[in-house]
């Protein structure tokens, strides 16, 4: 791991020493995402990587093998402190053979048009100009390419950071080049805004010529502000940004709440006085494909949190990824992957997951409506799943009541959670509607099965394919889809390394297995699992990979997951 600056251009060596190793790295962000601009193998015993930081923070280095054993040594130096590109000011460089990428960094808004040039300033260098702009998840806005000469247009989608990469298409030769950049600002006055006030709803709809609706309001310092949007018809699958008033800087966003399309920024704490908009748009904003109506709501203060006959309730003091978990009698889970069960509990509110706008004030909110509690044990936990860059360990209270009856409150016992831990509780509701405490909870650390059993399920779409690894410490993996009446769709793992030999086990969102809805083998010739079926309803359903044998089975190694839509309802 090491630490960085944006705009720091860094390179890593990675050099066989002895053996006959094959060296293999990356350069990875917080998320997981490989940030490397470009690779040279300069010999089978050496590979050099490149990467401009998109942000300051730390960065990760994992050194491995194309093939081969043996040592070697990591290197790791700055070639150039914060390259970041300054509108209508014109930069130089040089590219060395083998060395084709230099990366730069600049700040824009949504909505201002960006013009770059790039040209080589020896006429007998033999570079050939290529410009490339992404964003910070390495998505591709724009590009263009020329002889000597390149230019890129774009019309930037989001205000925040963005790369510019100035690339040379013959990498075995070098060079001068000579790099501008201009821009024509958006200006926020002539866009079409509608003024929204707090505790006021409003309806609006996404089309393909207005993907986004603006909303300006007025606030003030301190302020917590929640924001809502709901479709109400069509197949929009909404997306929200909060930024300040004149679109400088995103403060906030939020694509999906748990496992719905809708999107919420949950109790964002306003910086300053002065005005704010609101852009409510869709996945993928102006490149997106759904379209239709929504509610827009802006709330300010405390959440009003749903009464009922069971109510558990989490909060805690830090901008990190608590989540809330109760289990019925029947082994359903309420949690931000499953926000609801059938004739059930329901997650009315939660906060910060994926570390997706954060808040430093957080609530999770999970009840029972009158007459849909089913007499029993409930299983309570309240878990630490991620730190969000925040510092360790956390405050939190968690509550349980009954019929307006406090059963637990765990404030009174100043209690902390660190990375990975969690408090499990369990109350009891008797056949009168009665309860009490079973087990006032312990803080326990979960096994590496829990964490992929009840930690959350995995999202997968039709046409997605995803990789996992099943092992003796996690024999099981979870995925979630969401399906329509009548869709018919083929579902199949396939093992990729090892000798593992999968099962697939298809179930509705009630946990329940559909009939006809497991296979071990596709067919005599293979262990590969396949299962083709026909959705029953529509709703959320959940796909489980496990192995032959399950808890007791041998048989490991890593699989390959496909989840195909034959024909639609």
């Known amino acids: 791991a090491f630490g960085g600056q944006q705009g720091d251009l860094v390179r890593v060596i990675m050099a066989t020493t002895s053996g006959d190793l094959t060296p293999q790295l990356d350069i990875l962000n917080r998320g997981g995402v490989s940030i490397v601009s470009s690779e040279v193998q300069t010999s089978a015993t050496e590979l050099v990587a490149y990467a401009t930081l998109p942000e300051t923070g730390w960065y990760l ?64 260098s033999r570079v050939a100009p290529q410009l490339r702009l992404l964003n910070l998840s390495f998505q591709s806005i724009g590009d263009g390419s020329g002889a000597r000469f390149a230019t890129l247009r774009a019309t930037i989608p989001r205000s925040g950071t963005y790369i510019l990469q100035a690339n040379n298409g013959q990498p075995a030769f070098g060079g001068g080049f000579n790099l501008r950049l201009t821009t024509v600002p958006v200006d926020v006055t002539k866009l079409s805004v509608s003024p929204i006030t707090y505790n006021e709803q409003l309806r609006g709809f996404v089309a393909n010529d207005s993907p986004i609706s603006y909303y300006r309001f007025s606030g003030k310092a301190g302020e917590r502000v929640t924001i809502t949007m709901s479709t109400t018809s069509g197949n929009l699958d909404p997306y929200l940004i909060l930024s300040d008033g004149e679109l400088n800087e995103e403060l906030s966003f939020n694509d999906n709440v748990s496992a719905t399309r809708n999107a919420r920024i949950v109790r964002y704490r306003l910086e300053k006085d002065g005005d704010y908009l609101i852009l409510a748009t869709r996945s993928g904003l102006e490149e997106g494909t759904t379209v239709g109506g929504f509610d827009l709501a802006l709330t300010v203060g405390d959440i009003a949190l749903s009464p009922g006959a069971l109510t558990a309730s ?3 003091n830090a901008a990190a990824d608590l989540n809330l978990f109760v289990r019925d009698p029947l082994g359903r889970i309420v949690s931000s992957s499953n926000p609801s069960v059938p004739g059930g509990g329901i997650l009315q ?29 409930y299983d309570i936990w309240a878990w630490y799943q991620d730190a969000c860059g925040t510092i360790a360990p956390v405050d939190f209270a968690l509550t349980v009541a009954a019929n307006d009856q406090m059963l637990l409150d765990t404030a009174a016992r100043g209690m902390q959670l660190h990375p990975g831990e969690r408090l499990e509780t369990r109350v009891r509701v008797a056949e009168d509607g009665s309860a009490f405490v079973l087990d006032p909870g312990d803080i326990t650390r979960p096994t590496r099965q829990q964490e992929a059993s009840e930690g959350g399920d ?32 083929v579902i199949a793992a396939e093992t990729v390394e090892g000798d593992l030999d999968p099962i697939i086990v298809l179930r509705d969102s009630g946990d329940n297995t559909l009939p006809g809805g497991i296979n071990d083998d596709a067919n005599p010739s293979t262990r590969n699992a396949s ?6 309803a529509d709703g959320q359903y959940v796909i489980a990979v496990t192995r032959f044998g399950v808890r007791d089975g041998t048989t490991t190694g890593t699989f390959r997951l496909m989840l195909e839509l034959i024909e639609g309802s």
């Open 531 to 536: 299962v083709t079926y026909t959705l029953p």
């Open 314 to 316: 989490l909060l805690w």
């Open 458 to 489: 995995r999202l997968i779409v039709y046409g997605d394919t995803q990789t996992g690894i099943l092992s003796n410490e996690v024999y099981a993996l979870f995925y979630q889809f969401s399906g329509s009446a009548g869709d018919q769709i």
């Open 349 to 377: 509110i939660d906060s910060n997951t994926r570390c997706d706008t954060p808040t430093d004030q957080p609530v999770e909110h999970i009840y029972w409506a009158e007459g849909t509690v089913i007499p029993g044990d």
């Open 61 to 124: 280095v994992p050194a491995g093998r194309q093939a081969g054993v043996g040592s070697f040594d990591l290197y790791i130096d700055r070639l150039l402190a914060g390259a970041v590109l300054v509108p209508g000011e014109a930069v130089t460089g040089q590219f060395a053979p083998n060395a084709p990428s230099i990366s730069y960094i600049f700040n824009a808004r949504a909505g201002d048009l960006i013009a770059a040039t790039l040209f080589a300033t020896e006429e007998a």
